[in-house]
């Protein structure tokens, strides 16, 4: 069980740098070098998230097949 917190931790973690980075980023006050190499760590979190977005879907889609009567409903993000 604490592997599926420790990997929604890292989920999270990912996800918080990854903001900072692209908010470092658009504010476009780094050298070129630095630039780069932030563009190049937030290409690595975001495929970090991604993966774990998916691996989430195919644990979902697993348990509505042990749960056949289950109805999938759409997501509704919450009203910022």
């Keep these: 069980m604490s592997t599926r917190k420790g990997k929604t931790v890292d989920f999270e973690q990912a996800l918080g740098?990854?903001?900072s980075v692209v908010d470092?980023?658009?504010?476009?006050?780094?050298?070129?070098?630095?630039?780069?190499?932030?563009?190049?760590?937030g290409i690595e979190l975001a495929r970090t998230c991604q993966g774990a977005l998916k691996?989430?879907?195919q644990r979902v889609e697993i348990l509505l097949q042990k749960?056949?009567?289950?109805?999938?409903?759409?997501?509704?993000?919450?009203?910022?």
């Design 55 to 57: 691996q989430a879907e």
């Design 67 to 80: 749960t056949p009567d289950a109805e999938p409903e759409a997501f509704e993000p919450a009203p910022e």
């Design 17 to 19: 740098e990854l903001e």
């Design 24 to 41: 470092r980023l658009e504010h476009g006050e780094l050298p070129l070098e630095d630039a780069l190499r932030q563009f190049e760590r």
